[in-house]
Nanobody
Framework: VQLQASGGGLVQAGGSLRLSCAAS????????MGWYRQAPGKQRELVAK???????KYADAVKGRFIISRDGAKNTVDLQMNSLKPEDSAVYYC??????????????WGQGTQVTVSS
């Protein structure tokens, strides 16, 4: 499973950015898709994830500001980030949990895209 992320960049505080990620390759089904982020000197943390069925999950720090969406037919996941803050600055990683076969399931990661929010 390959994940190709796009979007990101530099924005002023209070601005918006949109991240997109597309999954490709050989897989039977994708379970969760989502976004994690990692700031310098910090651990990678969940930003938001969306299952193929069920409720989305957001980190407390982004609730009310970020919106995750998914297109199951296209195997894509987007993250709309609004009211950005300098503390949102990080490398953002697309994530998917997918079945490659009926018995093989795993976690997959995109290459990471930089988001920088200036104050």
């Amino acid at each position: 499973v390959q994940l190709q992320a796009s979007g990101g960049g530099l924005v002023q505080a209070g601005g918006s950015l949109r991240l997109s990620c597309a999954a490709s390759g050989a897989f039977l089904r994708i379970n969760d898709m989502g976004w994690y982020r990692q700031a310098p000197g910090k651990q990678r943390e969940l930003v938001a994830k969306i299952p193929d069925r069920g409720s989305t999950k957001y980190a407390d720090a982004v609730k009310g500001r970020f919106i995750i969406s998914r297109d199951g037919a296209k195997n894509t996941v987007d993250l709309q980030m609004n009211s950005l803050k300098p503390e949102d600055s990080a490398v953002y990683y697309c994530y998917a949990n997918a079945f490659r076969s009926n018995v093989e399931v795993g976690d997959y990661w995109g290459q990471g895209t930089q988001v920088t929010v200036s104050s």
